[in-house]
C-alpha cells in the first residue's frame, strides 16, 4: 500500500514552489561558471556559527567565528566571500580588527602575522536580509501542506558566502558548530548532532555539532514547526516532521537503504546522525546528515547515497562532479537491485543508458560542463555499469570500497578512481576511462554475421564496425547471443579496433544474432522501442499521481523506472499532452487542459502502464 498511501499524504500536504530548483532537481541548461581558485594562503579549520531567525521580518542576526591555520609566512591579511548581510564588526582574541566589506568579499587584516602553521579565529557580527542566487541562500516562509519551513540551501557552485563569512570553495572542508536561536514555537536543525538545547526569553537555541569537516555547499539549516519522529528501526535516524504528516510512505524504507549502503559501500560515515527535515522544497539536496526530500523512493535512495558519493569522499572540483552525482545515480540502480532484485537493477539501468542516448547529449563527463545534466548524473551512473561489467563483481565492489577508505573524509579526482579500480582488477584502466570519461560520444555498433555449416558444427562469422561519427573507437569486450530454433549461446569479442571480425563455432544451426544483449554497454542502439517483458520477477505498480484531482500541475511518481515518458489522453481517445518524467523532473504542467476526466499512459523502455487522471480548473472548483 505504499504508494496508495503516498497519494493521500501528498494531496493533503504538498504545495510545490515552481521556482526552486535544486542540486538534483537539476536546470538543464545550467553552464558551469565558476571553477574553485585553488590553492590559497590558509586553510579554514572550524566554522562556528550562530544566527538568530527572525521570520517574521525575514532578518538574521549572526555572529561567525573561522578557526583558520596559515599556509605561508607573514600571513597579514585575509579575504573571505561573503554577501548579502551587513559586517558591523570583526575581532579576535586580541581585539578588534579593520576590516573592508565589498560587494561579493570581506578583506580582514589581522591583529598579528601568521606563520605557516600558526592558527587564528576570526570573528564577525552581522546580520540584515540574506539573499538568494542560483537557488543557495535563505528561503524565508515557505509552504509544505499547513506548515511554513526557513531554511538555507547550500548550492553548487556557490554556497556558504551568503550565510556567513567563508572561504567558499569545495575542497576547504572545515568542521561546522551551529547555533540556531528560533521562536520558542520552532523547531531548528543543522548538521551533525544536537548537543545542547537552551531556552531563553520567548526563544530556543539549538546547538548542532559537526565534527568531521565538511564542504560548504552540503551545510544548511531548517526551521520550522517541526516535531522530532524517530525511525522505528534505527532510532537514530529522525525525521523533522508534523503531526498531520504519515512518515512510512516516503522513508518506510530507509533503514533497508542504509542497509544496502552500508554492506554496498561501508560504514555510515557521520556517527549514526541522519534526520530528514519537511521543508516546503521541490528540489532535492545531500546536505549532511540533513538531507533535504520528501518524494519518491529513488530519490530518497540518491540523497542517503551522497552521505558517501559527494560528502565523505568529496569531488576536488565541480568539473568532477560525476564522482558525487554519479555514484547517487548508480547508488539507485544498486538500491534497485537490493530490494528487487538483478532484474530490477538491470531494467534501471538500461532505463538510464537508454535515456542518455535519447538526449542527444554526447559530452565528456570530465570536465563537466554542465554539473547537473544528463551526462555527469546518467553517463556517470552508465559507466559505472559498464565497468562493473569490464572488470567483474569482486574488483569492482572491492575498488568501490578501497576508494571510500583511502580518501575518507578528503577531496579526489577521477585519477584517485583509477587507481583504486586498477589495484582491486589488477588491470590498466587508463584506455578504458580515457575513453568513457574523458573523451565523447560512445560506440554506434554496426553487425553483420553469416554462417557455413562445418561437419556437424557451424562456423558463424561476426563482424563489428563502429560507425559513430564523433569521440574514440571504444575498446570493450562485446558479448553476442548466437540463437539457434533450440539452442543459444553467448560469445564475446574484445573489440578494440573500428572493424573487427571474430569467428566462433557453434553446434547448432545459427538463426539469429544479438549485440549486447544484456544492455552492458552505453551505446546507440539502446535508443530503440520498446522490449516488453514476459513476467517480470518483480512487482512494478502503476504510476502514482498527485495532486489528484489537479489544478495545475502534477507530480508523476513511478516506481522502479528512472524516466520515462507521459501521455495525457482525453476521453475521446485524443493525445492532449506528453511529457518526458524524469527523476529529475517529476512534474507535469496541467494547466493547459479543461477540467474532466483524462487517462494518462506511461511507457519506458520496458514496460507501458496508465492510471486516471482528474482535472479541476480553478472556477469550476
Ligand atoms: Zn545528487
Redesign the pocket.
Known sequence: MLFHCMLLLMVSLMTIPASDVG??GKADDFSSDALSRGPHSFDALHYDVSLEIFEGIEEIAGTSGLLLQSEESNLTGIVLDFKGMTIDSAWDAQGALSFLQESETVSVDLNSPLNSGDTVTVWFSYGGSPIIQGGSGFHWNMELGNHLSHYSVGMTPHSGRYMLPCWDDIYDKASMDTHLTVTDTLYAVSCGELVDVETGSGTTTYHWHHPQEISLYIWAIAVSDFIVVEDSTYGWIKYYTYPDVEIEPIFGKVDRMIDCFEATYCAYPWNQNLGFPFVGTSG?Y?HNTIPFTVTGESIVA??IS?HWW?NYVTEEDWPEIWL??GF??YSEALWEEWEYGFEAYTNYMFEIMQGYVASGKVLPIVPATNYWGTTV?DKGASVLHMLRYVIGEDAFFDGLQLYLADNAYSSTTTADLIDAFEATSSMQLDWFFDTWVYDYAYPDYQLSWESVQSGSNWEVSISVEQIQTLGPVFEMPVEFLIEGTEKDTLVVMWNNIQSQEETYTVSFLPQEVTLDPCHNILRSGLVSGIEEQEGSSYSKPPPVIFPNPAHSSVVILWQHHRQFTARVFDLSGRCVLKGRISSASTTMDVSSLPSGCYQVFVESSISRDSAPLTVIRQGDR
Do not use: W
Request: hydrophobic letters at 25%; glycine letters at 8%; zero cysteines.
Open positions: 542540486h538534483d532535492f545531500e540518491h540523497e551522497h559527494g558525487a552525482e547517487a545515480t548524473y
